[in-house]
């Protein structure tokens, strides 16, 4: 055996137990002989002095295996919380890697296993960004061009006289495509601008439910054409909540569009707004198709389509590019909230939950940013 196999030997983790082993029993034996000599009851032959003498001995060669394990205790314990860190997403963080056995190569091959995690995230995050900008670009771009096009179709649309019954079908569905790939352009723009970090909320102090009564009052109509009727749980009361107008109108009216599309007709759609602990909480309640080998929360997944006549919008209107869930998931945790889906037996509850702050708060957060 070589000088560099003999000194790895010596480093293995098995010959130092073995090696702590040996001294353990080696000091045991010498305490229990000390004891013995000072103490005359352990050398009267009886039995009872024998036994003792044994758990004496058993005691002592525990607790010197026990004081000379507790490096290699200490350290195991290292590596588990390090994992564990590393496993609840710091992927920065290292687990000693001093030691030069056995132990020593598995801390160092999590450290290994960490950095290329960390270094596949961060292409990950920045192939993500890239790809979000892309979209946003280009939907930026199509969407000057696209309104142009929309606007010529619509004056011709105008000018019926002087169309056969043909071409006014051919530019009809041209109209009715343009307005799809709008709304199409529209998500998308939308749904990269909420999820790029770059939009602040303008926050105000607004009557939450006479909002939701204005959303509802444009959408009713719609509802009635798919003999739908939109029921409240409550009647109204003023319920201040500090918030982004316009984002928040997104969010009730993607909601209540998404209850149009899927519930079962002839039915009714309900929504209710409450102030529970400290809180205020919305739902959207419906009746529709059950979900079959889906989970309730992929509908959030952005471009998720629960059935291929998602394609198509309520009453015919073109639909979207399946963000609609998304897009509102994404405002209503802006605000600092939640926004799920609980289903049973055919009902479809969406449940909006945000803090209920005072404009006071905000106002003192945005002069602190």
């Keep these: 055996m070589n000088k560099s196999s003999l000194f790895a030997w010596r480093r293995s983790i098995r010959v130092r137990i073995i090696w702590w082993l040996l001294l353990s029993f080696i000091f045991a034996h010498i305490l229990t002989n000390i004891i013995e000599d000072y103490i005359p009851y352990f050398n009267s032959g009886t039995t009872a002095a024998n036994l003792l003498a044994f758990w004496m001995f058993i005691i002592c060669f525990l607790l010197f295996f026990f004081l ?15 994992l564990m860190s590393i496993a609840g997403g710091s992927l920065g963080h290292r687990v000693p890697d001093g030691r030069r056995d056995e132990l020593g190569d598995v801390s ?9 995690l960390e270094l596949t995230m961060t292409k990950e995050r920045e192939m ?20 142009s096009l929309i606007g010529y179709l619509n004056l011709l649309k105008q000018e019926e ?6 071409l006014k079908r051919y530019v009809d569905s041209a109209y009715y495509k343009s307005e799809h790939l709008r709304s ?18 303008s926050l105000e102090t607004i009557d939450l439910h006479k909002l939701i009564e204005q959303v509802i009052t444009e959408i009713e109509p719609l509802a009635e054409e798919q003999e739908l009727i939109i029921r409240r749980l409550q009647p109204y009361r003023a319920l201040p909540a500090d918030i982004d107008p316009d984002l928040f109108v997104r969010v009730i009216d993607n909601l209540l569009m998404n209850a149009l599309k899927f519930a079962s007709k002839p039915g009714e759609i309900k929504i209710g707004i409450w102030n529970r602990d400290g809180g205020i909480e919305i739902k959207v309640i419906n009746e529709g198709k059950p979900l079959l080998h889906v989970d309730g929360e992929q509908l959030f997944d952005r471009f998720y389509k629960g059935d291929s006549s998602r394609g198509e919008g309520a009453g ?18 802006l605000h600092g909230g939640k926004l799920f889906l609980q289903y049973e037996d055919g009902v479809y509850s969406f449940t909006i939950q945000i803090p209920q702050r005072s404009a006071e ?5 945005n002069e602190s940013s």
């Design 68 to 82: 000379l394990t507790r490096s290699l205790v200490r350290y195991l314990r290292r590596i588990a919380d390090g």
């Design 108 to 116: 160092r091959n999590i450290n290994y296993m960490a950095e290329q």
């Design 128 to 147: 993500e960004r890239s790809k979000m900008e892309l979209i946003t670009n280009v939907s930026h771009d199509l969407r000057t061009p696209l309104t």
């Design 161 to 166: 006289s002087g169309l056969t019954g043909e």
């Design 184 to 201: 199409l352009i529209e998500e998308l723009f939308e749904y990269t601008r909420l999820t790029g970090g770059g939009v602040r909320l």
């Design 316 to 333: 015919g209107k073109p639909g979207g590019a399946g963000l609609g869930l998304s897009i509102a998931r994404n405002i209503v945790e």
């Design 361 to 365: 708060s905000h106002n003192s957060a």
